[in-house]
């Protein structure tokens, strides 16, 4: 089994080519298909996270039990039969996707949308390929929990590095040849389905073999009921406080905002995708560890884990913060657009980081099966952020639906945190919050804050993209000074031993 230094790196490099994707192809997506036509790929994406819910669970239940039984001789039929039941599910379910945006493509166009140059007709169309390419795509997403649960996280950044490359830069003689949602849409499709059938083959490949076929055996889901359960729960409250704020902003602002808005959206989420390979790594690892009764090794990964993240989340979000016109003006060298997208992106970064920070605990929390925290957590962020968001959105539009998100994280780390120590790691609250993740926010945040104010321009050419790439190098070396054994401990205690 690869050693879970080779999996973080692994999971890095799919992250960031997925990261460089995005920064090289969207811009041009919105100059081929225009600023209202792109905001519909921002109503795609709002798309597939609602639907993320409709696995009910089921790849994070997966992943945990492929993770601390697939390798267990007496466990190896279980867990074939377990995916093969979860697959068959998967896959129906697929189809429902589709079949539902199909069902209410027509009134979205005509009833939600604030539609401009792009036609009801066109709208109506596009969301009807969108419900397509979103099924197509969907099954890969359990397929890829598989894969993390048996830590083949090397062969599977390989596959999604291939199909990313393929999704953002294929897509550029489609759109040549037709400037059009509906093309750009056809194409995602294709890639798709072309992926989750891949990386399907790959999980078959690499599960132990036993002499009985796999079956679907409506009791392998049933035993896992309690806990996708909760994963459901969980996905259900998370995704609407993380999608209020596209839903009001759609609703009561002109489409072209959330085009604006998507591009806000989307350098936030380069957080998320620095968070991700670490917590796909460390979750089967806490899964393992907890079934092996492992506390000292538990306590030890924990730690150092929370720290290396608040290294990088506090050096990224201290640049973004302070930066953050610079960036988007370098990246997509329209200085009106930089000057809109920069107020509302600059806060959902400090929402993102609030976010990234809570996602180890998370991880903990899953891997001792328990979801009643998170639950509340999400539901009690979900109540508030409501009728926050729909006052703010009616008054600040761009820059107030970003308050939910804000909202709803700060109440993760503020109450969750000391919650969660109270009955994991009983008395590591204090370690957490002001001695893991302390330090390097506060250094990373100072640091920027005095390069800024250094006689530093930053013009969009190659120089330009130099010195923000060493501003970002300072402010990483000063937030990893604050942990002056950090950069020991990843190489010395990162390689847990298989046990």
């Given at each position: 089994?690869?050693?879970?230094?080779?999996n973080?790196i692994?999971?890095y490099?799919?992250?960031?080519?997925?990261?460089?994707?995005?920064?090289?192809f969207?811009?041009?997506?919105?100059?081929?298909?225009?600023?209202?036509?792109?905001?519909?790929?921002?109503?795609?994406l709002?798309?597939?996270?609602?639907?993320?819910?409709?696995?009910?669970g089921?790849?994070?239940?997966?992943n945990?039990e492929?993770?601390?039984?697939?390798?267990k001789a007496?466990?190896i039929a279980?867990s074939?039969?377990l995916?093969?039941?979860?697959?068959?599910?998967?896959?129906?379910?697929?189809?429902?996707?589709?079949?539902?945006?199909?069902?209410?493509?027509?009134?979205?166009?005509?009833?939600w949308?604030?539609?401009?140059?792009?036609s009801s007709?066109?709208?109506?169309?596009a969301?009807?390929?969108?419900?397509v390419?979103i099924?197509?795509?969907?099954?890969?997403?359990?397929?890829t929990?598989?894969?993390?649960?048996?830590?083949?996280?090397?062969?599977?950044?390989?596959a999604?590095?291939?199909?990313?490359?393929?999704?953002?830069?294929?897509?550029?003689?489609?759109?040549?040849?037709?400037?059009?949602?509906?093309?750009?849409?056809?194409?995602?499709?294709?890639?798709?389905?072309?992926?989750?059938?891949i990386?399907?083959?790959m999980?078959?490949?690499?599960?132990?073999?036993?002499?009985?076929?796999?079956?679907?055996?409506?009791?392998?889901?049933?035993?896992?009921?309690k806990?996708?359960?909760g994963?459901?729960?969980?996905?259900?409250?998370?995704l609407?406080?993380?999608?209020i704020?596209?839903?009001?902003l759609?609703s009561?602002?002109?489409?072209?905002?959330?085009?604006?808005?998507t591009?806000?959206?989307?350098?936030?989420?380069?957080?998320?995708?620095?968070?991700?390979?670490?917590?796909?790594?460390?979750?089967?690892?806490?899964?393992?560890?907890v079934?092996?009764?492992?506390?000292?090794?538990?306590e030890?990964?924990y730690?150092?884990?929370?720290?290396?993240?608040?290294?990088?989340?506090?050096?990224?979000?201290?640049?973004l913060?302070?930066?953050?016109?610079d960036v988007l003006?370098?990246?997509?060298?329209?200085?009106?657009?930089?000057?809109?997208?920069?107020?509302?992106?600059?806060?959902?970064?400090?929402?993102s980081a609030?976010?990234?920070?809570?996602?180890?605990?998370y991880?903990?929390?899953?891997?001792?099966g328990w979801?009643?925290?998170?639950?509340?957590?999400?539901?009690?962020?979900?109540?508030?952020?409501?009728?926050?968001?729909?006052?703010?959105?009616?008054?600040?539009?761009?820059?107030?639906a970003?308050?939910?998100?804000?909202?709803?994280?700060?109440?993760?780390?503020?109450i969750?945190?000391?919650?969660?120590h109270?009955?994991?790691?009983?008395g590591?609250?204090f370690?957490?919050?002001?001695?893991?993740?302390?330090?390097?926010l506060?250094?990373?945040?100072?640091?920027?804050?005095?390069i800024?104010?250094?006689?530093?321009?930053?013009?969009?050419?190659?120089?330009?993209?130099?010195?923000?790439v060493a501003?970002?190098i300072?402010?990483l070396?000063?937030?990893?000074?604050?942990?002056?054994?950090?950069?020991?401990?990843?190489?010395?205690?990162f390689k847990?031993?298989?046990?």
């Amino acid at each position: 089994m690869a050693a879970l230094r080779v999996n973080i790196i692994a999971n890095y490099i799919g992250q960031a080519w997925l990261a460089v994707m995005g920064i090289i192809f969207m811009p041009i997506y919105m100059k081929l298909l225009g600023v209202e036509a792109f905001g519909l790929v921002g109503v795609m994406l709002s798309f597939q996270a609602i639907f993320q819910l409709f696995d009910f669970g089921i790849g994070g239940t997966v992943n945990r039990e492929l993770s601390r039984y697939a390798h267990k001789a007496d466990s190896i039929a279980h867990s074939r039969d377990l995916v093969r039941s979860s697959e068959i599910l998967i896959w129906g379910i697929a189809a429902f996707i589709a079949l539902t945006l199909w069902s209410v493509s027509s009134f979205i166009a005509h009833h939600w949308l604030n539609l401009e140059s792009v036609s009801s007709s066109q709208a109506a169309t596009a969301i009807t390929l969108m419900g397509v390419a979103i099924a197509l795509l969907w099954p890969n997403t359990f397929y890829t929990n598989c894969l993390s649960g048996l830590e083949k996280q090397p062969q599977m950044n390989a596959a999604q590095i291939i199909f990313t490359t393929l999704r953002y830069a294929g897509v550029l003689p489609v759109l040549w040849y037709s400037a059009t949602i509906e093309a750009f849409l056809s194409w995602y499709a294709l890639i798709g389905a072309l992926q989750s059938l891949i990386t399907g083959f790959m999980v078959w490949s690499y599960l132990p073999n036993h002499q009985e076929k796999a079956r679907f055996k409506i009791e392998t889901l049933k035993g896992a009921k309690k806990f996708s359960g909760g994963l459901f729960a969980i996905g259900v409250l998370a995704l609407g406080v993380s999608q209020i704020d596209r839903v009001f902003l759609t609703s009561l602002r002109p489409l072209e905002e959330m085009g604006y808005y998507t591009l806000a959206l989307s350098v936030a989420a380069g957080l998320g995708r620095i968070v991700q390979p670490m917590f796909n790594a460390v979750y089967p690892r806490f899964s393992r560890l907890v079934a092996q009764k492992n506390q000292k090794e538990l306590e030890t990964l924990y730690h150092l884990s929370s720290q290396y993240l608040a290294v990088v989340i506090a050096a990224v979000t201290a640049v973004l913060v302070i930066f953050a016109y610079d960036v988007l003006f370098l990246w997509t060298g329209d200085a009106i657009l930089a000057s809109k997208v920069a107020p509302p992106m600059q806060l959902l970064v400090i929402g993102s980081a609030l976010n990234g920070l809570v996602n180890i605990p998370y991880a903990l929390q899953l891997a001792n099966g328990w979801t009643r925290l998170a639950v509340g957590l999400n539901a009690v962020s979900l109540l508030l952020g409501i009728p926050v968001c729909f006052w703010a959105v009616q008054k600040y539009g761009m820059l107030g639906a970003t308050f939910p998100w804000l909202l709803g994280n700060f109440i993760s780390v503020i109450i969750g945190i000391p919650l969660m120590h109270r009955k994991l790691l009983h008395g590591h609250a204090f370690q957490w919050l002001l001695k893991d993740n302390f330090p390097p926010l506060l250094v990373g945040m100072l640091c920027a804050l005095v390069i800024s104010v250094l006689p530093i321009e930053l013009e969009r050419n190659l120089l330009g993209l130099i010195k923000l790439v060493a501003i970002c190098i300072a402010v990483l070396a000063a937030c990893l000074l604050s942990h002056p054994r950090l950069a020991i401990a990843i190489t010395s205690k990162f390689k847990i031993t298989n046990g």
